[in-house]
């Protein structure tokens, strides 16, 4: 059974403090993706990564980085915590991004407060 | 970024009822997938169709895809309490997938 696994399922953190979510997943794919997802918006591209130590921005990658040492590991970074980063994260694995389906995480979600 | 329009956003209907939910878009898009994700939970995806016209069907869902490959339908006949949960579409567009918003569907027992 594939598996991606997302380190928390909740967080609270306050403002200002740097915030590691941490994905792992176990298909061998190359490609993994941090989305954040918020009621009526859908689902956001914070950053993906098509190989080990390579990263591309997605669509909000303000307030955010990324690391990808080893190839089932991406983890998200919240260098300085807001408040409106309050939101539900998402990771997600594919064999080939865009042409194949995703993997999802179970989610993360994290209130800043 | 080319969108894609998920209609309605919110449907919340009687247990054994039928409904249709749509996803749309301007261009023309040569597959489309079609997830649900359960609160909580990651979405899960359900389907993808590639040829214009194709119908796909998964138990009571039935999946349709538009001649013109710019849209596409899921209908659920007799609507359960397990069917609860947020409907996407996603498209694929060079290095990733292209979101719809999403319908929310509460299926009342």
């Known amino acids: 059974d594939v598996k991606v696994t997302q380190s928390s399922r909740y967080l609270v953190k306050r403002t200002g403090e740097k915030v590691f979510l941490e994905c792992v997943q176990d298909m061998d794919h190359e490609n993994m993706f941090w989305y954040r997802q918020d009621p009526g918006l859908g689902l956001r591209l914070i950053y993906f990564?098509?190989?080990?130590?390579?990263?591309e921005k997605g669509d909000i990658p303000e307030g955010y980085s990324v690391s990808r040492e080893k190839k089932e590991r991406f983890s998200l970074i919240l260098e300085s915590a807001s408040t409106n980063q309050t939101s539900m994260y998402l990771c997600?694995?594919?064999?080939?991004?865009?042409?194949?389906?995703?993997?999802f995480g179970q989610g993360t979600r994290l209130t800043v407060v | 970024t080319q969108l894609l329009e998920q209609s309605p956003q919110f449907l919340s209907i009687q247990e054994g009822e039928n409904l249709t939910v749509y996803c749309n878009s301007s261009s023309v898009f040569s597959s489309l997938q079609w997830y649900r994700q359960e609160p909580g939970e990651g979405p899960v995806l359900l389907v993808t169709v590639v040829t214009g016209g194709e119908v796909k069907k998964l138990k009571r869902l039935t999946f349709q895809f538009g001649d013109a490959r710019k849209d596409s339908s899921l209908h659920i006949t007799a609507a359960q309490p397990g069917d609860t949960g947020l409907y996407l579409c996603?498209?694929?567009?060079?290095?990733?997938?292209?979101w719809g918003a999403g319908t929310k569907l509460i299926i009342k027992p």
């Open positions: 996603a498209r694929g567009s060079n290095y990733q997938l292209i």
């Open positions: 997600a694995s594919s064999l080939i991004p865009g042409g194949s389906y995703y993997y």
């Open positions: 990564s098509y190989d080990v130590k390579m990263k």
